[in-house]
């Protein structure tokens, strides 16, 4: 079974900080993807990757930096927190290629509150 | 560009009764279509998907859903709800080819799933 784990489950921040949220999957997979999930938004996409030190922005990459440096890791950075960026994180990966009927494997996610 | 429509926000049904959750997309070639499920405080997980074939789809947990080219519409149904069904549920889309764009499924904004006793 693919594994796809999360750091934290929970974390509390403040206004400022800088936050490093992990993602690890064990399954070798190529593509692994940072979300955002909040109510009535739905999934948005943060950063993706394909390999290791690629990345890609999504639709939503302000305030949000990625680093891939090992093929099963990669982490979400919040350079400087801020209020509006409380809400639940979702990592997910996929085995390549991207594009194809490969379904998307995700984490339990991480719900980050910013005070 | 892929978009995906899932008109219902809330949908409440009672245990034992019937599920039918709407979905519609829009792409120009032939779609990839996925539906996931949230149980509270988890991550999402496939219930099915579907590539080419088939038009109806088996999925875990007792769910299908049918794609329907006509009407660009990939709905999920279960013909008897258990209250551990209760749970957010997601409809993605994906390209169909490889062929510029982006190439990561759109994800719907979710049908949240109440079911009473």
């Known amino acids: 079974d693919v594994k796809v784990t999360q750091s934290s489950r929970y974390l509390v921040k403040r206004t400022g900080e800088k936050v490093f949220l992990e993602c690890v999957q064990d399954?070798?997979?190529?593509?692994m993807f940072w979300y955002r999930q909040d109510p009535g938004l739905g999934l948005r996409l943060i950063y993706f990757s394909y390999d290791v030190k690629m990345k890609e922005k999504g639709d939503i990459p302000e305030g949000y930096s990625v680093s891939r440096e090992k093929k099963e890791r990669f982490s979400l950075i919040l350079e400087s927190a801020s209020t509006n960026q409380t809400s639940m994180y979702l990592c997910?990966?996929?085995?390549?290629?991207?594009?194809?009927?490969?379904?998307?494997?995700f984490g339990p996610g991480t719900r980050l509150t910013v005070l | 560009a892929q978009s995906v429509t899932q008109p219902d926000i809330h949908i409440t049904v009672s245990e034992g009764a019937s599920l039918e959750l709407r979905c519609n997309y829009s792409y120009g070639a032939t779609p990839y279509l996925f539906w996931y499920v949230q149980s509270p405080g988890q991550g999402l997980q496939l219930l099915l998907k579907y590539f080419s074939g088939d038009t109806l789809v088996q999925g875990i947990k007792g769910f299908e859903a049918e794609f329907k080219r006509s009407q660009s519409s990939f709905n999920l149904r279960k013909p008897s709800v258990h209250w551990s069904d209760a749970a957010e549920y997601f409809c993605a889309v994906g390209p169909g080819t490889l062929s510029g764009g982006s190439y990561i499924p759109t994800f719907g904004r979710g049908t949240s799933l109440i079911v009473h006793p």
């Open positions: 997910a990966s996929s085995p390549s290629p991207l594009g194809s009927y490969n379904e998307q494997f």
């Open positions: 399954m070798d997979h190529e593509n």
